[in-house]
Structures are given as structure tokens and as C-alpha cells.
């Protein structure tokens, strides 16, 4: 089986596990992870941000970071099909009481025009005051897209206009980084608060962080331990982050390589891939699905006309080449 459901799947490998097996660990509820610490210490610095926090999941590094620049009762901007719209299950409206609006593009980006309109101000008692905008980079459910940078810092010169806030899912912000050679630190500037995950193309077993200014950390520190999200000697998880940053980033070129293939093999114009992620347009989508897993390829329909593959660590060259042929013959190419 070749498995392109998703970047999730990646197992950690040997090297990883040695990494892992030999973490150096402590309390980290009592700050006492040392593994954890270099960790946090090197990823806020990595987005020139003061301060960052390991989390389990992107959800939850999502839920403390939007919960850190929106209070309850107020709102986020973001794009309709956001992860924090549409998959984190009403988290942000369930755990932390703020509202959401959204504006729509194909490709997931930024429309300052659309955000213009929507924004809000404190107007007291009648509207929902808008807090803060939301922009995800690379874009999961539009096909792994970057967001440029020029795009991002016109948002941040209209934000610091009219005072909001800038959260950045970032669940995927190295692959961004790999296909355009953005520094991270530039993705950093232009947010008050991000997510980034280590769990995805990165190939860690668990783990994400929430980076942001020390106060916003000190304050998710405890919404965190609220949540359940108080870890213990986490430094066996945050070892396997570290060696992913080690060994892992460069190498998603490799997967933004194959994804562009499978795009290809699918119709579509191979530039229109950014990164590692595929979606593409089938009205037969469950079908196709179930007709790709009975030939050796597993792919996720992500609508009922829309079909995703995701490229990562656990792909080769060679199952690419082998998947490309494979759906091009069910596509009909
Ligand atoms: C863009 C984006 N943000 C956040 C998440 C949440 O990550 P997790 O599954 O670790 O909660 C995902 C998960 O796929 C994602 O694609």
C-alpha cells in the first residue's frame, strides 16, 4: 500500500527512535525538561519571537495561540476553508468562546479587500469586535498552497493600521519555507502568534509548538494545563522534534517533487502544486477513492467532489512514480 492520505502517517525512523531513546528528560510541568526547554527556546527563536510552547497537537497549539490575541465573545477573520474552520471540530467557539468569519478563496489566500470589508471595531454593544485575523500557510484544504510573503506583509501593514492581530497556522510553514526560501524568521515577523507542527511532513510522532511573545506563552502555559496538556517528561517527544528539525526539513523538497508528479498524473498543471499536497476535483470523489485503495494506493476524499493526496518521509521516489501510474489509469489519462 502506498499511503497518501495524509503527512500524519509518517512513522519515526531508527534514527529518530535513538534520538528519542536517549532525550535527556525532567517535569516539564515544573519547566524541568531540559529536551523541552532547548526545544521551545530554539523554535521561538528560529520565528525571532520571544517565547514558545510544546504542545501535543497543531489543534491545541491553534486553540492556545487564537485563545492568546481573541477573549471571548469576540471574533477571528479567517478563510472559510481553514483548518481552524473546518477541522478542529468548534474548538475555538467550544473551549474558548470566540466567534469566527470567513472570507473564501480557491487557493486559501490572503483578500485583504474581503478582510477590509468584514474587520470590525470595538463599536460597543452592536457588532462583534474582530480581534485578530487568521491565515493558514501552506494552505491544507486548498492544496498545500504557499501564501506569499509580499501578501503577508501587506496584511501585517493593514493589521498594525487598525490595531488586530495576526495568528498564522503554521502547521505546515517549513514546507512553505523550503519551496519558496522564505526565512522562517521572515514568516515570524509578519504574526503576532503562530502554530507550527513537527507531526506532519517534518515525520515527529506527536508534537507542535505555539510561538508568541512571553506573556502570550506564560498565559497558554496555564490554559494548557486546564486543557489536560500539563506532559510530564515530554522529552522523549520533543527529542524526536528536535531530530526532525535536524534532518528533516531540507529533504521536503523531495516531497514537493512528488506531489507535483501526482498532480501531473492528474491533470493538473504541475506549477499549480506549491508544496506537498494535492487536491483535485473529482465529481466521483468516494469512488475513486475506494478504486485507488483496490489498486494499492491510499488517497482521502476531503468533499464529495474533492480528492486529496499528500506526499512525505514515507514516500519514495519510487511510490510516486508507481501512484502516478496508477491514478493516471484510473483517471482515464
Ligand atoms: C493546517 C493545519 N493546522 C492544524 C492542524 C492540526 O494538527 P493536529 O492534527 O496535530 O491537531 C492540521 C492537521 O492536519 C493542519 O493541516
Known sequence: MIDLRSDTLTRPTDAMRKAMARAEVGDDVYGEDPTVNAL?????????????LFT??????????????VSPGEEVLCESSAHIARAELGAHGAISGITM??????????????IESMYAPDMGPFFVRTAAVSVENTHNFAGGSVLPIEELRELRAWADTVGTRIHLDGARLWNAHVATGTPLADYGRVADVLAVCLSKGLGAPVGSLMVGSADAIDAARVRRKR?????????????????ALDHHVERLADDHAHARLLGEALGLDPDSVDTNIVVVDRPDAPAFVARAAEEGVRIAAVGPRAVRLVTHLD?????????????????GR
Open 101 to 114: 468569519r470567513t472570507w473564501t478563496h480557491p487557493r486559501g489566500k490572503v483578500d485583504l479587500g474581503a
Open 56 to 69: 501535543p497537537t497543531g489543534s491545541m497549539a491553534n486553540v492556545l495561540a487564537v485563545a492568546s490575541v
Open 40 to 52: 521551545q527556546e530554539r523554535v521561538a527563536e528560529m520565528f525571532g519571537h520571544e517565547a514558545a
Open 315 to 331: 514516500v519514495t521516489r519510487a511510490d510516486a512514480e508507481w501512484a502516478a501510474v496508477v491514478l493516471s489509469g484510473l483517471a
Open 227 to 243: 486543557m489536560g496538556g500539563g506532559m510530564r517528561q515530554v522529552g522523549v517527544l520533543a527529542a524526536a522534534g528536535a531530530y
